[in-house]
């Protein structure tokens, strides 16, 4: 959508005469599930963690951080993009304060969603509560480098929302409730009400640059393809439908919400087409195995399943796309930031 039109093709070439590190988005803040979080949700009573081998294997250090993958993951290389630290801390980390914070921090956590119900299967935290996170972060922020420059340091700073595959594929699927209460596309309406609702909270925060990620090809995942057996273990093509058009939905509340919140420039970020391409022509990323991923028997394996006691683990993750069951690799992770980089350069070095 955004890389067809020749003005953004000559801001990109004009834009790559000039030094990246200029960039002004001083610090990037990140909302979420596991496909951002940095390790909020070793802090917090939940199975659902990753803070221990073979997770963070290829990570700086070789250590486990709590992110989902075998190294980084997006933020990461976004803020490095933007000429900031190459690693995004969480915030519940103790080993960071507000002074590691102030150019990047990440509220994300495992397993949540856009819906309450999403984040209370697994016992994670919930949207509202990030949001709650943040405005201590402000207060801190304030403190720390004083009101003016933190009024400008959260107004410039590039806010990062992943998340929505778990509403679907941990909650719509799985349990009845939702499921009598909505239809498909009503659910997807639901969800969309609930993202307006979180970034209008933002906006009157003093929040203005925002890019939202919509749904991965989920029905993709080595996890959905293992239990697809009637389907020869191939791609669910219903879940793969039901997140374009709920990527769809997204961009129009994209347009929407520019037109009507004043100053803001929110922009959805277009990963699905990107990973369906590396998942459906692997060799073309140079990638061996998508079918399956790296850790252990790689088709259901997350967490504390995946762990350094599993023999099956790959010793080279760049074949495969997939970390674990639910999870990219950082191969994949770089591919796909790679991709959407030059849309918020241009969008928001300026």
Not at 20 to 35: C, E, M, N, Q, R
Not at 285 to 314: D, H
Request: net charge neutral.
């Amino acid at each position: 959508m955004f890389f067809g039109s020749t003005p953004v093709l000559l801001w990109l070439f004009f834009l790559s005469l000039s030094p990246l590190t200029k960039a002004k988005v001083p610090a990037i803040i990140v909302f979420g599930d596991s496909s951002v979080d940095s390790g909020n949700n070793n802090l917090i009573s939940t199975v659902l963690k990753s803070n221990f081998q073979p997770y963070g294997r290829d990570f700086y250090g070789g250590q486990p951080t709590g992110r989902f993958c075998n190294g980084r993951i997006p933020p990461d290389f976004i803020s490095a993009a933007f000429g900031l630290k190459p690693a995004i801390p969480a915030y519940l980390d103790p080993a960071y304060n507000i002074s590691d914070f102030a150019t990047g921090v990440c509220f994300a956590s495992a397993g949540t969603g856009y819906d309450n119900a999403t984040s209370k299967v697994l016992n994670v935290i919930p949207l509202w509560k990030e949001l709650e996170y943040y405005k201590e972060y402000q207060r801190k922020l304030r403190s720390y480098v004083g009101e003016n420059k933190a009024n400008e340091i959260l107004r410039e700073a590039l806010y990062l929302m992943s998340l929505g595959t778990n509403d679907f594929l941990e909650n719509y699927y799985v349990f009845p409730t939702r499921k009598s209460q909505f239809s498909v596309r009503q659910y997807q309406d639901f969800l969309l009400g609930l993202g307006e609702n979180f970034v209008r909270e933002l906006h009157a925060l003093g929040v203005r640059k925002i890019s939202i990620t919509g749904l991965p090809p989920m029905g993709c995942l080595p996890l959905e393809r293992a239990t697809n057996i009637l389907g020869q273990n191939d791609c669910v093509p219903e879940y793969n439908n039901v997140a374009s058009g709920f990527n769809r939905k997204l961009e129009g509340l994209v347009a929407k919400l520019n037109k009507e919140l004043p100053g803001m420039r929110m922009v959805s970020a277009p990963a699905y087409d990107i990973f369906y391409q590396i998942i459906t022509r692997p060799s073309l990323f140079g990638f061996e195995v998508t079918g399956v991923a790296c850790c252990s028997t790689g088709t259901f394996e997350m967490s504390y399943l995946c762990n350094q006691y599993n023999p099956f683990t790959c010793s080279d993750a760049n074949k495969y796309v997939f970390w674990d069951a639910f999870h990219p690799t950082e191969k994949t992770n770089k591919i796909i930031s790679d991709h959407l980089i030059p849309l918020l350069l241009a969008m928001f070095s300026h």
